[in-house]
Structure formats: structure tokens, C-alpha cells
């Protein structure tokens, strides 16, 4: 059984006692635990059920690597499924629950998959869903959406209370990893003099050093280890982090660390997540290596476990994962495990050596301990159900056949080790296949490049396949020193640092134990844990085809699981080269992507949630209209009121109220957020000739025109009053969203095409509140507030001019976009809200009153006036809209004008803008198309028309509709069908979109 | 004259790791020209002292001018005196080609200050804040999380920021957020 040792772990050393609850029962742990040792002290060698075939899983490994031990964690709105057990530190309270199982983790009725795994081989779904095709949506999917995925998906009506955020970092040497080569090689950078930052995933320094000893400078491991941590605290151009992973690297230097701030003490007031958007001028990855798992038969059964890992558990947390360990292995590394657990009062039964020539020192000294070793033998299978009994020993150069068996509750296995690659892999790095040591490492000489050609990332140590102290230590120095120089720093006397030198003899490959086994042991021999892939079923896809290994990645599911096959990629792939008959990098590795573990998606957001998910752009008049009944509506990122809504009102009768009373009284709009661009310079005027397709240069100051802009292809693209201000200076309304696009269009221009000419554009929009005040008694109101003359003689229409309305310094615009009388009144936005109040006010007595933007909607479509985004949509150009007259004859050129005598733009049977009147007066849906006879060469119903705008005027009493028509004004009076979705038809008569005072005599009083 | 308010009427913020408060309304001049015109250079010193080198801001007590791009500054003055500014700069420009627009009320300012303030801006903005790369003087405009923003620092550790008016309470609960209590990241 596992258990606590009598003697404590490095990490949990004097650690307080804490308790936690799995799967509902109360355990204890403590504190310097991560859950997965924790769950082994207290004797939990299954901790999960396997994705496919449901089989008991135990803990794998001891960091990142593992693919067993997810757990769903904490509860209600904190509740996260798939968290690593291995990386996850434990706390007091803890609340975790095993995955993947019904229902319990000790009976599980999907574990009946496993008698049927043979029906269920690699390509499965692929094979068995094609056909019939219809059961696909209506059976298959169904089924596998039910039996997909590990955890379960945090409910959605849960809101995570916790707080995310972002930091960027500037540093001239990233140095991730900090085990003794990160340490190393961040020392090395930093004594250059230039600035180094360097990172560690878990919350301790030191790596697998202190574990595995070995010496360097004469010093013990850990000790050296210690004594480069106070070096490296004491440098002021050393930044250093625990619990910040290196996730991803990308162009330019830029990575994302993930740095977890309250994970292992959920107390702690402050953020949770910190994602680090760091740029680097030179990134040195130490990230280690990973042990890789030898594939033999039932070597998912729990209690198998990688030999590092158990060695880990035993010297970090002073736990023992059984009472017997049986040792197999290929390489030295693992003797060291033996020899540990020895040295605890463990029993290690045997050391099965793959190799036939043994290990090197290491062997002698296990053998002194008493430890029985077994050269050039395998393990032909693992026996025991939820938990591992014993094993069964054959000739590693065999087929199987029974030698022995030996009883053990562990078996500690390592197949060699692989090199951490990923992070150099992010951005291009490049590997070569290192046949000596049977891993893939950087290829030094092929490095991600950086902007001037330049290899922005190096490796250090381990990760860069100096598996031995004794050159890991002198690579890691080198790599931190070139990095210091290559960004700036000064070459540093600093000694090399020597490791004590070892004997181990070389790592020989096993992909495969024993050689020759046959498909019985094959079909239960485990590559990928945590997606149930076999050595089987990488056979198999080989066998149908799958040649390319990111083919066979996809048809077997191997690596594609949430671990990415940390530990089952390599064997996967040297399996894959062994049924094709090729050398392994013939073979080639699948891609590595970012983030090297899954971080959260609340890092991801940082700070971007709640009230500032997204910015929310507010007028002056904001807070007014919200305190006085403000329906909201989303323009781009202006919130707008839709209506004014009054105690015991619903929106439509508030519309209909404010459309009335803007015809009959005084309406007051808040048209702040149309954009305002000042243009200036003596080439102003034939800058503004060529954006907008009528003539501006001519306009006189004082005056306002309207005008259309259209893109370089013709289409409309904004509309708006321009007013010349003097000689060389004009004012240029845009559309609400249209502020910015056109302020960038207009720069764009000048910036590229232009730039000779004399014109700068700067955006006034924010600089002031403008207000419409609308109606009959417009002009009553502006004169009982007195100050300027804005009489019809002094203010004719489409006039403007600056003075002060009821002591408000204000320019004023004889504009109307209702057919009323109107002005558009600008004053300073921070005087805005006092000049609203005013209007208000002094407008009582003519019955004045806020309207929102649907108002503004239906007034215009009363007198026909089009929108940008109703009747637009970036494929209508003017003469759909029969705006001929706006489209200058004279001016030579125009943006626009060259496109419109393009054939398809010319084309007589364009969709034009007519007036939809319908026959029993009711309201059209928006986007209704007009349906003719026939279906089109897709069998759809042919169509000759579309609504663009659609309402219920109340002025009217029916409903109002404006439309884009083939041949449209040609059809007056034509009755056209309009099916709606639920089958009934709406007839419409076209009719002039001009509805309300065609003569426009309203607004020119 | 009626009183003119700024959008968040000095809100304030000091339960984090530094303050965070609304300051009132400021002057503020767009002015785009040819930055080595003589006319344009004795007028911009006339208000700041001197012409302000790219990505810097030159400050003469409560006024000051900050370079915004190639042909573009932000001049500050008192909020009282933008017109009389404008009506001088059109006169000392006459002749020349130039655009000088006041924005002052396009504007919301905020300052962010204490010993941590350079990691709230460092968590919202992508610019080097260490003491060794931010340095009195300069001028960043850039972006804070989703929405445009100038800043420089006022004096150590102060910093003034500038956005848009409609994003100010935005800007406000960004800033507050950042500076939250127990975020202290001190790696700067």
C-alpha cells in the first residue's frame, strides 16, 4: 500500500497538517503536498477512470507530464473539471472529485468497454458512423456527445468570483525553467549585466537535481542549488518567479507566462491568475526532460508508475507508493530509484534491466544494497485489476514466456528520457534525432528566428539532451552567457562550473517489451493514457495507411488528449516508424503548440470581465437618460436609448408617444455620437471633392450639405452634413459608427496616396454634446432661451452659425434628418448635460421630450431618408438608392466614381429603393424578400426584392417600410408578396419611399 | 458661463495598491503642423518651453506639450485659457499650414499613484514601465486594455493618464480593478 514515511519529504518537511475532501470522503494531508501525493499518503492508487474503455488509472507521474489524475475541483461558481493532481498544491478544504466514471470510481459501468475493446479499435467513429447516413445526427452524435469529454463542464449559471489580470514584462534574457540549468544559465545571463528573468512552473527551485544528487564544484546538488538560489535573489537585474509557467513562445521575442497566485491558498486576497505577456530579447529554455513509460502489457494498471515519479514522491513528500517495487528499465536513471527506496527501508524485489549489458556504477552500488538485478529481461505483463500485484518476468529479446513471476505492488518504469522541447518548437525550432541517447533535442543549429535572422531562443541543460550533470551544468553556463551577450551584456569572467564526472552506460532503446510481443500483449500495452490508445492501434493505422504521423495522430487520437502526449508522443511515433519500416525521424514529430499545460481561460481574459468586459462609450447625456426611463440600445460601443420610456409604458408605446410628439410638439435627440471631423488646409476642399461623391469645394461658408462617401469599389460607405467653417476649414459629420473608419479612411489617404496635399483631419466626435431639437415649436424653445438670431431669414435651411443659446456658447445647424423644423445644436460635452437641462426647461410649456433613436428611425423613413446599415450593407451604391443627384457630373474624379461604370454596377436591373405600403396596414419583418415565381439553380426560391427598413408609424397609423426592389421605381403601384417564416404571406404596394410632406414644407418654415 | 463638469466629477479609488482619481478638466489643444516650422516652434515654447522630442512630454508648470506623432502635439493649458490659446496660435500661425482643434472636453484625465503604480499601468498597457525604461519625461500614446490612452508620469510614481471622455468610467473601473488590494506583482 502507499503511505507516509517516517521520514519527511524536502517539500513537506514541518508542514502543517491539512485536510480535504475526495469524492466525498475526508482525507488529510499536508501542507507542501501537491493533491497527488497527498491521494497516495492516504493509500489512493486509483484516482480515475480512462477516457475510452473506462479501466482504473492510477498517478502516472510527478509534474506536467501526467494523464491520469484530473480531477473536477471545488464546487458551484468555483467549480473547474481536468485539474492536474501532480501540478496542484494541496490546501486546506480541498474539494476534488474523480472523473470519467458511473457511478463511482470503484464500480463503473463504462467499464464494460474494455471486454468490448476490441470492437472499438483506432478509426472506430470514422468506420462505424458513415453510414447510414442519416443516423449520424440523430443516433451517433447524440451518443458520442454523451460519452465525450473528461470533466464535466462547469454549469452555466455559475459566474467565477475570482479575479484575473495581464502584466507585461520587458526583459533582455527569459530564462524558463528553473531547475539547476535555468538556474545556471540565468546566473551566467545575469552576470553579464543585462536584465534576466527567470521562471519556475512549480513553487520550488532546483529541479530534479537535489533528487537525483550528483555534485558540482565539489557541493552536493541541492546545495549547490541553494547557494545559486541566494546568488540570483541577491542580483538587482534578476527578476525570479515561482508558479509561473513558460506556456508559449512566439515572433519576437514575445512569451506568455502563466503565473497561478492563489491556486495553493484560495485565502489570499488579490488575483488569481496573472497571465505575463512578456517580450524577451532572448529566451533560454532549461525546461528539463520527461521520462518516457515503457510499453508493456497492463501497464495502465494503477501502481505503475514512471521511476523518477517514484522516487520523487519518496524524497519530496516523504511518501512511498508501495511497499515492493519492482524497477524496469532501459537506462542508468532508474537505479537511482532502487537505490532510494532502499535506502528508506523500501523493498525492491528486482531491477529489471532491459539491457543485456546492465548499467554502470550505479548497478554496483544497487547490488551492494542487496538488490537483485536482471540484465537483457522484460516484463511480459502486469498483474492485478485496481491496483498492481505483481509481475511477470520474461527475456526482453523474447516473445513472453513465462520466466518468473515476482509480487510487487509497484512497478517503477523508465523507457529513457525525452527532452522538453516544446517551448523551443513554438516558433520553429527545429529537432534532430539524437540515436545515442534515443530522444529528440534541439538542433542547435536551426533555431526560431527573430526579425534580423538572428535564433532568438537557445536551450539549456537537460532539455537540450545533456542528460549527466556533469555536462548539463557546463551547457546551461554557456547558454545564459551567450544569451547575456547576444543582448548587450558585457562577457563575465564567471569559472565554469564543474559537475562531478559519472559512469552510466547508454540509454538502449525499448519501444516495445518484450521485443517480440504478440497481438494479446500488444492490445493491452498503453501509450496514450488519458485517450486509451494501444500499441495496437498505432499498428493499425499504420497498416490502413496512415503513413504521415500528424495522419496517424488524428485517426488514433494519440497526443490529442489534454496532456498532448507529454509521455505518450515518442513512443507513440517510434512505434508508428517500426510497422512502416522506417528510422523514427524519417517518421518526424507531430506539432507542438502553445500553452505547453492548459492554462485558464479566466488568464486568458485578464481583467475582462464583469462591468469592464468591453468599454462602454457614454455621452454627456449618459446618466440622464438612464435616470429618465433610457430603453439601451448597443450603437458600435455607445450605448444609445432606443426610447424614453415612461412609468406604466412598454418600448412601442413610448415610440409611438415620442414619434407623435417630435411631429406635433418638440422632440429632443441626444446626437452626440455622430462623428465630427475637423478638415483643414488650403487642398481641403478638393480632399473633401474627392471622398464624397457630390461637390463640397464649392460650398460656402456658413452653409451645410449633405453628402455621400462611397469606398474605392463604389459602394456607400458613410453619409453625413458637411459645413464649411472658413476658407480652408470644414466640418464633416459622419455616421455614429462611422466616426473612427472614416477619421482612418481620410488619414489613410492622405498618409498614402495624397500626402503632398495640405490637409489635416483631426477628430472633434467626443469634444462636444450635440442635440437635436425637433419639431414645431423647435424655434419657440431656442428663442425663450434667446442669445442668437434663429429665425428663418437669419438661420436659413442648411445654414449654421456660432453664437450663444441661453448663455451656452453654441454652434448651431439648420439641419434636419425628420422633416421638421430642427437644429442641431453643438455645445461643449462638458456643458452638455446643463445645456439638455435647459432645453428641457425652457421647452415645458411647448411640450418638449427626449426621443430615442427608434424615433429618429421611423421619422426618417416617413420622409424616405436612407441609413447607412439599414438600406446599405456594403453592397448598395448610390443609384440603388435613386441618389443619382448626389453623384457629381462635374468633378472629374471622385473615390468610387470609376467603379460605378463598372458593367455590374451600370446593370438597369439593380435592386432599387422604392416604399413598401402594406395592404392590410400591418408591419413588415425586417430583411423579408419579395418572392417571384421559379426556383433558382440551388432550388431556392427565386427572389426580386428585400425590406431594408421597417416600422409602425404612429403619425400614420400603419405600417411604414422602405425596400430595394428589382426594377422598383419602374413598378409603382405593384402589389409584390412577402412570406414570412411561418408560412402566411404580406402583400406590399410600392410605393414612393417619400411618405410624409413630399414637398418638404415642414422643415423649411 | 455655466459651470463645466468632467465626466466622473473626481471620482476616487483607494482601497488597492494606489490611488486612483479623476482630475478635473484640462485645457487641451490638438495642434498639427510641421513640427520644425520657426512660427509653429516659438509658439508651442511660448506655452511648454520648449518643443517636445518624439514619444516625450514637455511640462512648464501647469501647462505643457506632448508629442503625439510626426505632425501632431497635445498642447495643455488651463481649461479657462484654451480659446484665448487657440485665438493666439491662429493669429502667430497665420500664413502657415496648420489645424489647431480644442479637445479639452473630448478628454477624461485620471492619475494613478503610490509606490505600485507602475504595475497597475504595466497590467493594462504594453509598455516597459521599470524605473529603468519609463523615465520622467516621457510620453507613451498607446493603448490600456481595450481602449486608447496617453500617459506620462507627473513625478515618480504619479502617473496622469488620458482618454477618451465616453470611456471614462471605463477607464475608471480598469484602473481600479488593476490597482485592486493584493495584486502587488513586485517585479518592477
Known amino acids: 500500500m502507499s503511505t507516509r514515511l517516517k521520514t519527511a519529504g524536502r517539500f513537506t518537511d514541518g508542514g502543517a497538517q491539512l485536510s480535504f475532501d475526495f469524492n466525498g470522503k475526508k482525507l488529510k494531508g499536508v501542507e507542501g503536498d501537491t493533491l497527488a501525493s497527498a491521494l497516495l499518503a492516504n493509500d489512493q492508487m486509483m484516482v480515475g477512470r480512462s477516457f475510452k474503455y473506462h479501466r482504473p488509472r492510477g498517478i502516472v507521474a510527478s509534474g506536467g507530464e501526467e494523464p491520469n489524475a484530473l480531477f473536477n475541483m471545488g464546487y458551484t461558481n468555483t467549480f473547474e473539471p481536468n485539474q492536474r493532481a501532480t501540478t496542484t498544491e494541496l490546501f486546506d478544504g480541498a474539494k476534488i472529485g474523480s ?177 505575463w505577456r512578456i517580450r524577451a530579447g532572448h529566451i533560454v529554455t532549461a525546461t528539463g526532460a520527461i521520462e518516457r513509460p515503457i510499453s508493456f502489457a497492463s501497464n495502465d494498471i494503477p501502481g505503475v508508475m514512471l521511476a523518477s515519479a517514484v522516487r520523487d514522491y519518496a524524497v519530496n513528500f516523504g511518501v512511498s507508493v508501495g511497499d515492493r517495487t519492482v524497477v524496469v528499465t532501459n537506462n542508468d536513471d532508474a537505479y537511482r530509484t532502487a537505490i532510494t527506496l532502499k535506502g528508506l527501508g523500501l523493498d525492491v524485489p528486482c531491477i529489471i534491466d532491459a539491457r543485456a549489458g546492465g548499467a554502470g556504477a550505479l548497478a554496483e552500488e544497487a547490488k551492494a544494497l542487496g538488490i537483485r538485478v536482471e540484465n537483457g529481461k522484460a516484463i511480459s505483463k502486469v498483474k492485478g485489476g485496481k491496483r498492481v500485484t505483481g509481475i511477470v518476468l520474461c527475456a526482453q529479446a523474447g516473445e513472453g514466456g513465462v520466466l518468473e513471476e515476482i509480487e510487487c505492488d509497484v512497478v517503477a518504469m523508465s523507457g529513457g528520457w525525452s527532452p522538453v522541447v516544446h517551448l523551443w518548437s513554438h516558433c520553429g525550432g527545429k529537432l534532430i534525432w539524437d540515436d545515442p541517447q534515443s530522444h529528440f533535442r534541439p538542433d542547435s543549429e536551426r533555431p526560431p528566428l527573430g526579425a534580423k535572422g538572428e535564433g532568438f531562443v537557445s536551450v539549456a541543460g537537460s532539455a537540450n539532451g545533456h542528460l549527466q550533470l556533469a555536462e548539463l551544468i557546463g551547457d546551461a553556463h554557456g547558454a545564459g552567457l551567450d544569451a547575456g551577450k547576444a543582448t548587450g551584456g558585457k562577457p563575465a569572467k564567471a569559472a565554469i562550473p564543474e559537475g562531478a564526472p559519472t559512469s552510466e552506460h547508454p540509454v538502449e532503446p525499448v519501444w516495445l517489451m518484450p521485443q517480440g510481443a504478440g497481438i494479446k500483449l500488444l492490445s493491452k500495452a498503453w501509450l496514450d493514457y488519458q485517450n486509451d490508445v494501444k500499441v495496437s492501434d498505432v499498428q493499425l493505422a499504420a497498416q490502413e495507411g496512415f503513413e504521415s504521423v500528424e495522419h496517424a495522430k488524428r485517426y488514433t487520437t494519440l497526443g490529442m488528449a489534454t496532456d498532448q502526449g507529454k509521455l505518450s508522443n515518442i513512443n507513440g511515433l517510434a512505434i508508428l516508424s517500426d510497422a512502416l519500416g522506417q528510422p523514427i525521424p524519417q517518421t518526424g514529430t507531430t506539432t507542438f503548440r502553445p500553452p505547453y499545460t492548459p492554462i485558464s481561460m479566466g488568464a486568458i481574459g485578464g481583467e475582462a470581465k464583469g462591468k469592464v468586459f468591453q468599454p462602454l462609450r457614454k455621452t454627456p447625456l449618459y446618466e440622464w437618460s438612464d435616470n429618465n426611463g433610457a430603453d439601451w440600445e448597443p450603437v458600435g460601443a455607445w450605448r444609445r436609448p432606443f426610447a424614453y420610456l415612461q412609468p406604466g409604458e412598454s418600448v412601442h408605446d413610448a415610440v409611438n408617444r415620442e414619434v407623435k410628439n417630435t411631429r406635433e410638439n418638440l422632440g429632443l435627440l441626444d446626437a452626440s455620437t455622430l462623428g465630427k471631423l475637423v478638415v483643414k488646409g488650403p487642398d481641403a476642399g478638393k480632399f473633401l471633392d474627392m471622398l464624397y461623391t457630390n461637390m463640397m469645394s464649392t460650398l460656402k461658408v456658413g452653409k451645410c450639405r449633405y453628402g455621400l462617401m462611397c469606398s474605392e469599389n463604389g459602394f456607400l460607405i458613410d453619409d453625413g452634413v458637411v459645413a464649411r467653417v472658413d476658407d480652408e476649414t470644414f466640418l464633416c459629420h459622419t455616421t455614429t ?12 489617404w492622405l498618409q498614402t496616396e495624397w500626402w503632398d496635399w495640405n490637409v489635416y483631419v483631426a477628430n472633434v466626435t467626443e469634444q462636444y454634446a450635440q442635440i437635436a431639437v425637433v419639431g414645431p415649436n423647435a424655434r419657440k424653445v431656442l428663442e425663450k432661451l434667446g442669445g442668437m438670431d434663429v429665425s428663418k431669414d437669419a438661420l436659413g435651411f442648411m445654414e449654421w452659425a456660432d453664437g450663444t443659446i ?27 448635460l446643463a445645456f439638455w437641462e435647459a432645453l428641457h426647461t425652457a421647452g415645458e410649456e411647448f411640450g418638449a421630450m427626449p426621443y430615442g433613436t427608434e424615433t429618429l428611425h421611423i421619422l426618417r423613413a416617413e420622409k424616405g431618408f436612407i441609413m447607412i446599415g439599414d438600406e446599405t450593407d456594403g453592397t448598395v451604391i448610390p443609384q440603388d438608392l435613386n441618389l443619382q443627384w448626389a453623384l457629381s457630373k462635374k468633378k472629374e474624379d471622385y473615390l468610387g466614381k470609376r467603379a460605378h461604370q463598372r458593367s455590374h454596377m451600370a446593370d438597369p436591373e439593380r435592386w432599387k429603393l422604392v416604399g413598401l405600403e402594406t395592404v392590410d396596414k400591418s408591419v413588415l419583418p425586417d430583411g423579408a424578400y419579395a418572392v417571384d415565381e421559379g426556383v433558382n439553380a440551388n432550388g431556392q426560391r427565386n427572389m426580386f426584392g428585400r425590406v431594408t427598413s421597417t416600422y409602425y408609424s404612429a403619425n400614420l397609423e400603419r405600417g411604414i417600410a422602405m425596400g430595394l426592389v428589382k426594377n422598383g421605381p419602374d413598378r409603382m403601384g405593384e402589389v409584390i408578396d412577402f412570406p414570412k417564416t411561418d408560412g402566411t404571406i404580406i402583400k406590399a404596394k410600392i410605393v414612393n419611399p417619400v411618405i410624409y410632406d413630399k414637398d418638404g414644407e415642414k422643415q423649411n418654415v | 458661463m455655466f459651470e463645466a463638469v468632467s465626466a466622473l466629477q ?143 508620469m507627473n513625478e515618480e510614481d504619479a502617473f496622469t493618464v488620458v482618454c477618451f471622455r465616453s470611456v471614462a468610467e471605463y477607464m475608471f473601473d480598469l484602473l481600479s480593478i488593476a490597482a485592486q488590494a493584493g495584486s502587488e506583482v513586485d517585479a518592477l
Open chain 2, 10 to 152: 473626481g471620482a476616487s479609488f483607494n482601497a488597492g495598491i494606489a490611488e486612483v482619481r479623476e482630475l478635473g478638466l484640462r485645457g487641451m489643444i490638438t495642434l498639427r503642423g510641421d513640427l520644425t516650422d520657426k512660427k509653429l516652434i516659438k509658439a508651442v515654447k511660448g506655452i511648454a518651453g520648449r518643443i517636445p522630442e518624439p514619444r516625450t512630454v514637455a511640462l512648464k508648470d501647469d501647462d505643457g506639450a506632448a508629442w503625439m506623432s510626426p505632425d501632431e502635439l497635445l498642447l495643455m493649458v488651463p481649461h479657462a485659457d484654451v480659446l484665448s490659446t487657440i485665438e493666439t496660435l491662429n493669429a502667430s500661425l497665420k500664413g502657415t499650414h496648420f489645424l489647431a482643434a480644442n479637445v479639452s472636453d473630448a478628454r477624461a484625465v485620471f492619475e494613478v499613484f503610490g509606490p505600485h503604480a507602475r504595475e497597475v499601468m504595466a497590467k493594462l498597457a504594453p509598455v516597459d514601465f521599470s524605473p529603468d525604461a519609463f523615465k520622467m519625461g516621457m510620453f507613451r500614446r498607446s493603448r490600456l486594455a481595450q481602449v486608447p490612452a496617453a500617459f506620462w
Open chain 1, 737 to 748: 459608427g462611422g466616426a473612427e473608419t472614416i477619421h482612418g479612411h481620410m488619414e489613410e
Open chain 1, 806 to 832: 441661453g448663455g451656452f456658447d453654441a454652434r448651431v445647424y439648420r439641419i434636419s434628418f425628420s422633416g421638421e423644423l430642427s437644429y442641431e445644436i453643438a455645445v461643449s460635452a462638458a456643458q452638455g
Open chain 1, 99 to 275: 472523473q470519467n466514471h458511473w457511478p463511482t470510481l470503484e464500480f463503473d459501468v463504462g467499464a464494460l468497454n474494455t471486454y468490448i475493446s476490441r470492437f472499438l479499435p483506432a478509426g472506430f467513429y470514422y468506420k462505424m458512423f458513415m453510414y447510414p447516413r442519416a443516423f449520424w445526427k440523430h443516433v451517433y452524435e447524440p451518443f458520442i456527445r454523451q460519452s465525450a469529454g473528461l470533466g464535466k463542464a462547469p454549469r452555466a449559471e455559475d459566474r467565477d468570483p475570482d479575479t484575473y489580470e495581464h502584466f507585461y514584462f520587458f526583459a533582455d534574457v527569459m530564462v524558463v525553467g528553473g531547475g539547476i540549468a535555468g538556474l545556471q544559465a540565468a546566473k551566467a545571463a545575469a552576470l553579464t549585466g543585462v536584465k534576466v528573468l527567470l521562471v519556475e512552473q512549480t513553487a520550488h527551485w532546483g529541479g530534479r537535481a537535489p533528487v537525483d544528487g550528483g555534485e558540482v564544484d565539489g557541493l552536493p546538488a541541492d546545495k549547490y542549488v541553494d547557494n545559486l538560489v541566494a546568488e540570483l535573489s541577491a542580483m538587482e537585474n534578476v527578476t525570479m518567479r515561482t508558479r509561473l509557467m513558460g506556456a508559449g513562445v512566439y515572433d519576437h521575442g514575445y512569451t506568455l507566462g502563466y503565473e497561478r497566485l492563489t491556486d495553493h491558498a484560495p485565502d489570499i486576497v488579490g488575483p488569481r491568475h496573472r497571465l
